[in-house]
């Protein structure tokens, strides 16, 4: 059994520990409303751009729609995103897990993009890593999503690569984050086509191919973006939760030492006293 001084160390230390976890709980918590406010209002517009360009673009041939060509090719460009930080129980870990899992299941070439510094840290000895993102995860903004995504359709465009995967956490609710691996090029546009229900004709001025052809890359872009805020709102989530756990664990780890702690205290009185009348004892016979 632990000696007093050190059960007082352990107790103070573990409080330490518990504040510390319980006051990023509160700090994640925070964060957690205004990303997933963000994402939420940012679904509609991404759902309803994709159903518009899927629906428009169906009679347009490979020549019309560059991002929507199927290649025989082997190369794939993997974009992995995760977090700059720990302390997220498994939400970079899963990341990169489904990131290997789906390379082992979809035998092909791969280049290996990272965005977020975990992933990049997980996949820096990988031969395949051929670039790294971290300033974008610190300040998510269209503006960078825009420039990642244009640097990713310029290289399908070029021909670097067949196609491009998306691997990230998509949020569902604070508690839950589920990985993804999402197709972003080439453009799978008769995904949707074959459940959608609407029925409503389009007027196009001045055309179709010409409003395709600015509303193409634009809904790339947003879904990239999406793709974003959603692993976002999924980090802070994860965080959250792992917070709250640690802060229960560190709450019922500090209450067993301070049985103990009592315990030993109360062990400690007992023989005092035992030496106390043994001595008073010795002295009267």
């Known amino acids: 059994m632990a000696n007093l001084k050190e059960l007082r160390v352990r107790i103070t230390s573990i409080g330490s520990t518990m504040k510390i976890t319980s006051a990023m709980k509160m700090v994640s918590a925070a964060k957690l409303k205004k990303a997933q406010d963000a994402i939420v209002q940012m679904r509609p517009y991404a759902s309803k751009l ?21 290649r025989d ?28 899992l789906y390379m082992e299941n979809n035998p092909a070439e791969y280049t290996i993009s990272t965005v977020g510094k975990k992933g990049g840290e997980a996949f820096k000895y990988d031969k395949r890593l051929v670039s790294r993102n971290v300033g974008l995860w610190d300040e998510i903004t269209f503006d960078g999503a825009k ?9 399908f465009l070029a ?23 999402e197709q972003f090029l080439p453009i799978a546009m008769d995904e949707v086509a ?76 007992t023989n005092e006293i035992l030496e106390i009348v043994g001595g008073a004892d010795a002295l009267a016979g």
């Open 50 to 70: 994709t159903e518009i360009l899927q629906k428009a673009s169906g009679t347009l041939d490979a020549s019309e729609n560059a991002f929507g060509e199927t």
């Open 194 to 269: 074959g459940e959608s229900t609407d029925t409503t004709e389009y007027i196009y001025e001045p055309g179709k191919a010409e409003i395709l052809k600015d509303l193409i890359p634009t809904s790339l872009k947003t879904q990239f973006f999406a793709a974003l805020l959603d692993a976002n709102a999924s980090e802070h989530g994860a965080r959250m939760t792992a917070m709250h756990k640690a802060t229960d664990n560190a709450k019922a780890l500090q209450g067993d030492l301070k049985l103990e702690y009592n315990k030993a205290r109360q062990a400690a009185i």
């Open 73 to 100: 090719g082997n190369s794939v460009r993997l974009v992995v995103i995760t977090s700059n930080r720990g302390l997220c129980g498994a939400f970079n870990s899963s990341v990169v897990k489904a990131a290997k």
């Open 159 to 181: 021909g670097d690569y067949d196609k491009v995967v998306l691997v990230y956490n998509a949020f569902r609710n604070a508690a839950v984050q589920e990985p993804t691996t």
């Open 147 to 155: 420039e990642e995504a244009e640097s990713l359709m310029n290289g």
